[in-house]
């Protein structure tokens, strides 16, 4: 079956660094793409991966490993505005998206 | 950017009835546009793909004639519920697929659908 996992729920403080995990199995895979959705909000993207390596755009980077079916979001100088839930999701074989539970992110003061 | 829109934002409707949600992408066509419902603390559940001029495609264990899709144009796709039950309420979100190679999708705001 198809499977992705990140962590239910993370938090972290004010201006610090934080790191969301995304491991996923699927049958084939066509890219990785991360999306940030505040409460009672659609989705917005973040970003996209379809080649190992590391994404940098301003505060947010995006990681990606196909070999190890893994990938990592990373948030830094985090502001309480990034309180939100992030959710991965592989765009499979079939080019359709399977998505993560998603992580929800709490910024502490 | 390309922007997705959903009418209506919220709506509230007694049981039996049926309601009608409105996607439209604004500045783009969509030749495929994605249906999800989402429950609190959950994360979206891919209900059907809609490709224009044809049969809306569903996942499993979503019933097509209690929510039908109609992908009348590139523009818009519309998913309406019929007899809704207190169960349908839901956060209902859209969204479109740009025509060419970007497997991107843009989301529509969301409708928050309460029967009851």
Known sequence: GQNIDQPTEMTATEGAIVQINCTYQTSGFNGLFWYQQHAGEAPTFLSYNVLDGLEEKGRFSSFLSRSKGYSYLLLKELQMKDSASYLCAVLDSNYQLIWGAGTKLIIKP | ?116
């Open chain 2, 1 to 116: 950017g390309a922007v997705v829109s959903q009418h209506p934002s919220r709506v509230i409707c007694k049981s039996g009835t049926s309601v009608k949600i409105e996607c439209r992408s604004l500045d783009f066509q969509a030749t495929t546009m994605f249906w999800y419902r989402q429950f609190p603390k959950q994360s979206l559940m891919l209900m059907a793909t809609s490709n224009e001029g044809s049969k809306a495609t569903y996942e499993q264990g979503v019933e097509k004639d209690k929510f039908l899709i109609n992908h009348a144009s590139l523009t818009l796709s519309t998913l309406t519920v019929t007899s809704a039950h207190p169960e349908d309420s839901s956060f209902y979100i859209c969204s479109a697929r740009l025509a060419g190679d970007s497997y991107e999708q843009y989301f529509g705001p969301g409708t928050r659908l309460t029967v009851t």
